[in-house]
């Protein structure tokens, strides 16, 4: 609630600018163990929710630049963009996406492909004795009976999952913000929803996706992409959806 009121008040200028420079300063950082600089890209997303699209518009394409520009955290990926695993990107291209709208354009062709690489991922999930402890970092565990295995310790990579929730939500968003701009990308779009409109591990996912799948159509619909409406259409005819 103080940043919507700062964002929304005479001293916007500053806290803009001074976010762009952290924003710079600590994408050249070599490590950024408490996520500082996606917390920043998350201020300057709730300032661009506060002050509208109009006031926000001057400060987009050096915001998204920035948001855009890998950091030095990631390693022999300079060349490949920046990181939309992080949730912290994903959400902040969403919020500044929907506020932003046909302004948010231009940089579709630079998170659309990754976006939908990070929602269509698979979480890996490993089965072992029940007495066999899993690793630390590979996230959530328990033990359930298996069909013709008795009890198991299955575990989860969480961490892939919640990326994809992120993902899926994100692109939710971006659709619905950019409407009939989004036209170009309905084909590959369709064919990630329809793999997660089926996901069984998180019922949020199903959700979203449904909502983002009736987006999807009645924006292009709005857009008189008649031929992208058929392509969703027939991806859904396998599933009866």
């Known amino acids: ?60 394409h050096d915001v998204m630049t920035l948001l855009l520009t890998p950091g030095a955290q990631q390693s022999g990926q300079q060349q490949q963009g920046a990181d939309l695993s992080s949730t912290y990107l994903l959400q902040s291209c969403a919020r500044i996406a929907k506020i932003m709208q046909e302004d948010f354009k231009p940089f579709l062709p630079h ?15 490993t089965i072992t004795d029940v007495d066999e402890q899993p690793a630390s970092d590979l996230g959530t565990s328990m033990v359930m009976p298996i069909k013709g295995l008795g009890r198991r310790r299955i575990t989860v990579r969480t961490d892939t999952l919640q990326t994809k929730v992120a993902a899926v939500n994100a692109l939710h968003s971006i659709i619905e913000g950019m409407g009939m701009h989004f036209a170009p990308y309905v084909a590959q779009t369709a064919e990630v929803l329809q793999n997660c409109l089926t996901f069984q591990m998180n019922a949020d996912v199903r959700d979203t996706a449904v909502t983002a799948v009736s987006e999807l159509i009645s924006n292009c619909s709005e857009g008189q992409k008649e031929g992208a409406v058929a392509a969703v259409r027939m991806c859904y005819n396998s599933h009866n959806f």
Request: glycine content about 4%.
């Open 111 to 125: 998170i659309v492909a990754p976006l939908l690489a990070a929602a269509n991922e698979i979480p890996e999930v």
């Open 1 to 60: 609630h103080l940043l919507q009121a700062l964002s929304s008040s005479p001293f916007f200028e500053t806290f803009i600018q001074a976010f762009k420079g952290m924003l710079q300063h600590l994408a050249a950082q070599p490590t950024d163990p408490d996520n500082v600089r996606g917390k920043a890209m998350e201020c300057v997303s709730f300032m661009a929710e506060a002050v509208g699209r109009a006031m926000f518009k001057p400060y987009l």
